[in-house]
């Protein structure tokens, strides 16, 4: 008897220590493992809003499993996260590039009448640019297909600017969401996929603008030399926006603000801009390239699937063509 009691404890031990060996090992595992699980996700490194922009540092626990911080696991808020091997995250505003010795080209509100010829000037030049298109607003999208075409297909990249080009910051949650939809919806029907980079109109975005664009999953583009293109509409004036342009962009400026709805931006500010920059030493680049984020992050395929609401657009409102003083 006392054997078998010997033997019932000494088995009792061996038991126990093995259970204890094996959740200690569970536990560790899952530790291990969670940083690595939320650095490969679609929210990589770097790219949670709560991060610093083009620091590619993340802003979230990443060391932390993704049961303990659900704003870094994409399949819980996908809103707050960027594209696989993005250093930019959604929903905060970005004015820079962070490419040593690069500049971006943006222009807003086309296509229009003049787009045709400034693409023309940028393939002369081996130049590329950033286009911040409206779907109704100095012409209709609708009916730009061959611009909006020939932009992808030379290596341009094509941003949403949106639908009837409001002030985010003075219209409702909804609303933002439908101009957004709206847009990407246009675009959709002529190159297959929508854009993940947007301008607000008149760089506006107020806090509920840029948590509505993160959850929608879009960088937002700003610009740190803003040439007011849109105020020298005329020969007389146009040289006032090159002025503008050589001070800031020597100032360290790399991301610029024109518009290819003006013939004075395309025919009198951009002949000026090209030889100046080409002698500048840096590089030419759209806004996804300087920034360091690959070219599979600019667009995505998803369905289009939001509430729209009609609304008037910029043109309905009464801005002339010339004179319509906006970003």
């Given at each position: 008897?006392?054997?078998?009691?010997?033997?019932?404890?000494?088995?009792?031990?061996?038991?126990?220590?093995?259970?204890?060996?094996?959740?200690?090992?569970?536990?560790?595992?899952?530790?291990?493992?969670?940083?690595?699980?939320?650095?490969?996700?679609?929210?990589?490194?770097?790219?949670?809003?709560?991060?610093?922009?083009?620091?590619?540092?993340?802003?979230?626990?990443?060391?932390?499993?993704?049961?303990?911080?659900?704003?870094?696991?994409?399949?819980?808020?996908?809103?707050?996260?960027?594209?696989?091997?993005?250093?930019?995250?959604?929903?905060?505003?970005?004015?820079?590039?962070?490419?040593?010795?690069?500049?971006?080209?943006?222009?807003?509100?086309?296509?229009?009448?003049?787009?045709?010829?400034?693409?023309?000037?940028?393939?002369?030049?081996?130049?590329?640019?950033?286009?911040?298109?409206?779907?109704?607003?100095?012409?209709?999208?609708?009916?730009?297909?061959?611009?909006?075409?020939?932009?992808?297909?030379?290596?341009?990249?094509?941003?949403?600017?949106?639908?009837?080009?409001?002030?985010?910051?003075?219209?409702?949650?909804?609303?933002?969401?439908?101009?957004?939809?709206?847009?990407?919806?246009?675009?959709?029907?002529?190159?297959?996929?929508?854009?993940?980079?947007?301008?607000?109109?008149?760089?506006?975005?107020?806090?509920?603008?840029?948590?509505?664009?993160?959850?929608?999953?879009?960088?937002?583009?700003?610009?740190?030399?803003?040439?007011?293109?849109?105020?020298?509409?005329?020969?007389?004036?146009?040289?006032?926006?090159?002025?503008?342009?050589?001070?800031?962009?020597?100032?360290?400026?790399?991301?610029?603000?024109?518009?290819d709805v003006h013939n004075t931006t395309v025919n009198q500010l951009i002949p000026n801009v090209i030889p100046f920059l080409q002698?500048?030493?840096?590089?030419?680049?759209?806004v996804g390239e300087c920034l360091g984020d690959p070219q599979e992050n600019w667009y995505r395929d998803d369905t289009i699937n939001?509430?729209?609401?009609?609304?008037?657009?910029?043109?309905?409102?009464?801005?002339?063509?010339?004179?319509?003083?906006?970003?």
């Amino acid at each position: 008897m006392r054997s078998y009691l010997l033997l019932s404890v000494l088995l009792h031990v061996a038991l126990a220590a093995q259970s204890g060996d094996n959740s200690t090992s569970g536990c560790k595992a899952e530790g291990g493992n969670s940083g690595g699980r939320a650095g490969s996700s679609r929210g990589g490194a770097g790219n949670s809003t709560g991060g610093e922009v083009g620091s590619g540092r993340e802003g979230g626990n990443s060391g932390a499993s993704p049961g303990a911080n659900p704003g870094t696991n994409p399949g819980t808020n996908p809103g707050t996260n960027s594209g696989t091997g993005s250093t930019q995250p959604f929903g905060k505003i970005i004015t820079s590039c962070t490419k040593p010795n690069s500049y971006a080209l943006t222009f807003d509100d086309g296509p229009f009448n003049f787009t045709m010829k400034l693409l023309d000037r940028l393939k002369e030049a081996n130049m590329k640019a950033t286009f911040f298109v409206n779907g109704d607003n100095f012409s209709k999208l609708s009916e730009r297909g061959p611009e909006v075409m020939r932009i992808i297909q030379e290596g341009h990249q094509l941003g949403s600017h949106t639908f009837r080009h409001p002030d985010l910051s003075e219209i409702s949650e909804d609303e933002v969401r439908s101009e957004m939809t709206l847009n990407d919806a246009e675009i959709k029907k002529i190159i297959g996929k929508t854009p993940t980079y947007m301008r607000p109109p008149f760089f506006s975005a107020n806090d509920q603008v840029m948590r509505v664009l993160g959850d929608m999953q879009y960088h937002i583009i700003n610009a740190d030399i803003d040439t007011k293109d849109f105020d020298n509409t005329t020969p007389e004036t146009n040289d006032q926006s090159f002025e503008i342009y050589k001070q800031m962009f020597n100032q360290g400026g790399t991301i610029s603000l024109m518009h290819d709805v003006h013939n004075t931006t395309v025919n009198q500010l951009i002949p000026n801009v090209i030889p100046f920059l080409q002698q500048s030493g840096r590089q030419s680049m759209t806004v996804g390239e300087c920034l360091g984020d690959p070219q599979e992050n600019w667009y995505r395929d998803d369905t289009i699937n939001g509430k729209v609401i009609e609304g008037p657009t910029r043109r309905s409102l009464g801005n002339k063509v010339c004179g319509c003083g906006a970003h």
